[in-house]
């Protein structure tokens, strides 16, 4: 059975901080892919990344950047240089291609991003 | 293009009463799920759907709740006799297909049902 545990409930910083979010999954299949997604106030989950489960190289999207680890089962996502727009819930998910079709979600980490 | 639509945006009803939630996916996309969020909670499966069947019922809560697709398009989730419980964000995503674990979903604003 899959499985995604975000260990951080909420997490509160300064502006210009850099905050890592933690990601840490399990599954029994070989492939496998795992997306984050942020949730905003307004409510909308924006998809922000996806990777499948033979790429580990690490991706950098302007101040965001996820450090993928097979070894450690982890799929961490970093802000830097954190801005107040950041502020949002953000979840980490999975889902394994061998069976069922649905991803499952971790409970999601709040960020608060104080001026 | 246009981005998965739902309404109405806010819906605030009595106990006992039957609502009607709607979700239009993004054009082209044939798979369509729904999901329940209660406050400050993570994302609770309900249905999924690829076209109009529904493979997959087994998050559905209780027998009040049910979904139907029409074709590759609109997707309504109905809730019987309301409870207070079924208060919650109701978000409806959509993706190309589910044919395999890796399809990206694109999620929808949310409905925010209130059962008094």
């Known amino acids: 059975a899959q499985k995604v545990t975000q260990a951080q409930t909420e997490i509160s910083v300064v502006e210009k901080e850099d905050v890592t979010l933690d990601c840490v999954y399990e599954?029994?299949?070989?492939?496998?892919?795992l997306f984050w997604y942020k949730q905003p106030p307004s409510g909308e989950l924006v998809f922000l990344i996806r990777?499948?489960?033979?790429?580990?190289q690490n991706e950098i999207s302007g101040r965001y950047s996820w450090n993928f680890q097979k070894s450690t089962s982890s799929f961490n996502f970093t802000i830097t240089a954190s801005q107040v727009v950041d502020s949002a819930v953000y979840f980490c998910a999975l889902s394994e291609a061998g069976g069922s079709y649905i991803p499952t979600f971790g409970r999601g980490t709040s960020l608060i991003v104080h001026p | 293009g246009a981005g998965v639509s739902q309404s109405p945006s806010n819906k605030v009803t009595e106990k006992g009463k039957d609502v009607e939630l709607r979700c239009d996916p993004i054009?082209?996309?044939?798979?369509l799920y729904w999901y329940r969020q209660r406050l400050g909670q993570g994302l609770e499966f309900l249905i999924y759907f690829q076209g109009n069947s529904a493979p997959d019922k087994s998050g559905l809560p209780s027998d009040r709740f049910s979904a139907e697709r029409t074709g590759e398009s609109v997707s309504t989730l109905t809730i019987q006799r309301t409870q207070q419980e079924d208060s919650a964000v109701y978000l409806c995503?959509?993706?190309?297909?589910?044919?395999?674990?890796?399809?990206?979903?694109?999620f929808g604003p949310g409905t925010r049902l209130t059962v008094l």
């Open positions: 990777r499948n489960s033979f790429d580990e």
């Open positions: 995503a959509s993706s190309v297909r589910v044919s395999w674990g890796g399809d990206t979903q694109y």
């Open positions: 054009s082209g996309h044939t798979a």
């Open positions: 599954t029994r299949d070989t492939t496998y892919y």
